[in-house]
């Protein structure tokens, strides 16, 4: 399968969590996806998109609910994570581009749930950890979160932290100010 250069997609993604332990039965799947695809030769973010995914393992705990400012009726009218795997192919050709995400979390999430639900991973095998490209980026000795890179870049965060569509949005701001 040929790749395609003309787009880096910028994931992030938000799963359920809790403050301690998951309850007995429950495991943490992903919830909010947000997608900013970026325009490679104009050196400018398209557009931004928010993917709801109706959790079938798990219910939003209050911590969740407060962290993302999601709520469970949000969630209960979302799509099936299979569903939103489908959308991420068909609308952005993931098999087919490069991926960023800030971190390995959203990329070792991604796999984890691929497996655990029998569902094929969405993503070709060409990804960006804009995290460690940063640091390295910056020389700093340490990888730093989202929102310290955008201090030290002096860019403003938009909209709301761990809402998975204003994430991708602030790493795609991120992404382009190390590589253009």
């Given amino acids: ?20 332990s998951p309850p007995k039965g429950e495991e943490a799947e992903i919830i909010e996806i947000g997608v900013c695809p970026i325009d490679v030769a104009k050196g400018r973010k398209l557009e931004k ?24 009726e ?17 609308k ?10 800030y971190g390995d979390f959203d990329r070792n999430q991604f796999h984890r749930q691929c497996e655990l639900f029998k ?16 640091a390295f980026n910056k020389k700093l000795s340490q990888e730093v979160g989202m929102m310290k890179a955008l201090e030290i870049l002096n860019l403003p965060h938009e909209g709301l932290h761990h809402r998975a569509i204003d994430d991708a949005w ?8 190390i590589l253009w």
């Avoid at 952005?92 to 995400?101: F, I, M, N, V």
């Avoid at 569902?119 to 490209?133: A, E, Q, R």
């Avoid at 602030?170 to 100010?177: P, S």
């Fill in 170 to 177: 602030n790493v795609g701001n991120i992404l382009l100010k």
């Fill in 119 to 134: 569902v094929g991973y969405p993503f070709g095998p060409s990804h960006i950890n804009v995290k460690n490209l940063f």
């Fill in 92 to 101: 952005y050709l993931t098999e087919k581009r490069t991926w960023a995400s």
């Fill in 74 to 90: 949000q969630l209960n009218k979302g799509i099936s994570f299979k569903e939103a795997c489908s959308l991420l192919k068909k």
């Fill in 49 to 72: 998109e928010c993917i709801i995914i109706k959790p079938e393992l798990s219910s939003l705990s209050e911590f969740c609910a407060r962290l993302t400012h999601l709520t469970q």
């Fill in 1 to 20: 399968m040929a790749k395609k250069l003309d787009q880096i997609i910028v994931i992030d993604v938000e799963a359920t969590c809790w403050e301690g």
